[in-house]
């Protein structure tokens, strides 16, 4: 505490220095401090990544942001590994697999529409507690999933899902913003698709030898637990977006509810058929993941836990360097023009991809890996290039994770209205079959929405004085 001076005018000098907020103050003094101002200090790695070559904080940041995401799915999607074979659910003709599906859908998805408030108005300084506090509440629910009688895991994972569908926006609060950021989201996108099926053939192998399909997922989460934390130990050393960065990218901080509905409004025709588009083809993402197997089975293959990585990790390698080369366009208008191109590559390769296994010119396997690269092409540009690229054409302040978490909303919305479709509505066709037609569906939509959309967004560019051609 600061002592009192003697001498004129020492009693204002005496209370000022009470009332600042020095950084051995107590947490509540720096709450009120800006998003960006130093809480903690500086580790020698924060120190040398304010000075690093650009390639290797790029490579730093992806990684990171990658090994983070990673694990989180270890939390997420063991589970739907096991087929739990013969368990109905209460007794009726529902599979316990079908509800357990949409139960986790359903907590997650009511994460997402919590995390419009709390990952956009969430300060910097907190989010690595919120972070490993959100594992570690999703980690105790797979506890209970193995613990509680069976009547009551449909609960268990339920709350499961509810706190992992904040992950993504606070790990994507590390990354906006910068010049660069198009190369940190492909990392952080490659992730949750090569993740999902890595992590579901983990929780094969351990039930391989001898683990209950109940108590599997809880002992992956222990696996990856303490590299999840390690992760975000690294990604929170990340600096703030440079003077650099904010002038080309256009400032990032928290927005209340009042600039969040300024946002929607501003682009409300073309929001609208992105969130159309987003409604099925987030669907259409999970349906295809969270039934692999069955999928695989009526094309005639044996689901074995490498088949799995045969389908997804080609995509994931295909859609990392489509985003990546997305930085290489410096003017933001060509910029967003070149992420709906991708977009719109995606959904024409879907149409092909089933054209010509209509035709039988592709085997099942190339069938799902072509419809699985042109489907994240389509829908990985909404959880990161999208919006960082639209906040930057348009010069419009705040957090691009408000529009992605208000996509992810009404995408997982979409999610289970399908699979219910597909039980009560659609019940006499095969998972295949379902999806052949669900694909034709989705690329005739997308095609008219993505086009309309961009030349939206094109009316709505303000050119910056920095932009090159």
Known sequence: MAKRPVGDNSYFWWRASRTCAWPSQPARSRALMPDNAPTTQESRIHRWLKTAPTRWFVAYAAAAGFVTYFCMYAFRKPFAAAKYEGLMFLGTDVNLK???????????????????KICTEIRRAYLAKFLVGLILFAEFALLLFGVVPEQFKVAAIFLNGIPLGMVWGSVSRYLEGRRASEVMFAGLSCSYIVSSSSVKAFGTWLMDRGIDQFWMPVIAGLFFLPLFVVAVYLLNQLPQPSAADVADRSRRSVMNSGERWAFFRTFLPAMLMLLLVYFFLTAYRDFRDNYTPEIF???????????????????????????????????????????????????????????????????????????????????????????????????????????????????????ITVQLYKDIGQGELNYFEFLR??????????????????????????PAAADES
């Open 98 to 116: 079908t509800v357990l599906l949409i139960s986790q859908i359903i907590g997650y998805a009511l994460s997402k529409y919590a995390g419009i």
């Open 437 to 462: 037609g669900f694909t034709w569906l989705l690329c005739g939509l997308g095609l008219v929405c993505f086009v309309a959309s961009c030349l939206y967004f094109m009316s709505k560019h303000k």
């Open 297 to 415: 089975r009526a094309l005639g293959y044996d689901t074995k836990p490498e088949l799995f990585l045969q389908a997804d990790w080609p995509v994931a390698f295909g859609v990392m360097t489509a985003l990546a080369c997305l930085n290489l366009f410096r003017n933001h208008r060509y910029g967003l023009i070149a992420v709906f191109g991708v977009m719109l590559t995606g959904i024409v390769l879907m149409a092909t991809a089933t054209l010509l296994h209509d035709i039988k010119m592709i085997s099942g396997l190339w069938w799902m890996i072509l419809i699985g690269t042109g489907a994240y092409l389509a829908y990985v540009p909404y959880g990161a290039v999208l919006f960082e690229r639209v906040m930057a054409s348009t010069k419009v302040a705040g957090t691009a994770v408000f529009a992605i978490y208000l996509h992810d909303a009404i995408g997982y919305t979409g999610s």
